[in-house]
């Protein structure tokens, strides 16, 4: 099976072309910003221009714009290939990432969010997750956090708060390492996971 993988949820931008479990080609970058503008390019650089007959997209959390971004890609070429759409969680995937590198330990994935707050998530050794994703204070993080390992963008600010020792892996997430997900990390709603209410809210009536 043919699988186009789409990841611009974070400050990184990336995509991969799998065959089954087997990495065909990729591409990583960090842009910050602009995702918009390189992300076709990027798919359209893959063998057979990454034609698929599945698109994972990351869903969230992460920024607004880099969500919607690639939730727009995917859909936009699941109609024109009439492909499956599936969506995974970025911090799912940054779980996945570091564990690879450190099997056996607990992790806490930490990442950037919106108004100086942060995403947290807990996930077991085995990848399990242990709390559901919340987004705040750095402070309340350091008061949440408890694994040996922790991952993210903010892993190293996290390591320095909690002064414990903790391992801390800079990470963002990388489309190449999609085979590191387990199959019930893929869910057939690939609606955004922004991780917080948006900031405009509609007027409410008296």
Not at 81 to 107: C, F, H, I, K
Not at 169 to 181: M, T
Request: with cysteine; glycine share 10%.
């Amino acid at each position: 099976m043919r699988r186009l993988v789409i990841d611009s949820a974070t400050e990184a931008c990336s995509v991969a072309l799998f065959d089954d479990d087997v990495l065909l080609a990729g591409e990583c970058l960090t842009l910050g910003r602009g995702h918009a503008e390189r992300l076709v390019p990027m798919i359209a650089a893959l063998p057979g221009k990454g034609r698929a007959d599945h698109i994972a997209v990351d869903r969230g959390p992460g920024s607004f714009t880099g969500i919607r971004v690639g939730l727009a890609a995917a859909r936009a070429l699941a109609l024109a290939w009439n492909a499956v759409v599936e969506g995974y969680d970025s911090l799912t995937l940054l779980a996945g990432m570091a564990r690879a590198q450190y099997p056996g330990l607990a992790v806490d994935v930490v990442t950037t969010g919106g108004h100086g707050e942060w995403f947290f998530r807990a996930f077991a050794a085995d990848g399990a997750p242990l709390t559901d994703l919340v987004s705040r204070t750095p402070d309340a993080i350091a008061a949440l956090s408890q694994a040996p390992l922790l991952a993210g963008s903010q892993a190293e600010a996290l390591a320095t708060a909690r002064g414990d020792g903790a391992i801390a892996l800079p990470l963002w997430p990388d489309a190449r390492a999609f085979a590191l997900l387990g199959p019930c990390a893929l869910t057939a709603d690939a609606a955004p996971v922004y991780g917080r209410p948006p900031d405009a809210r509609l007027p409410q009536s008296r």
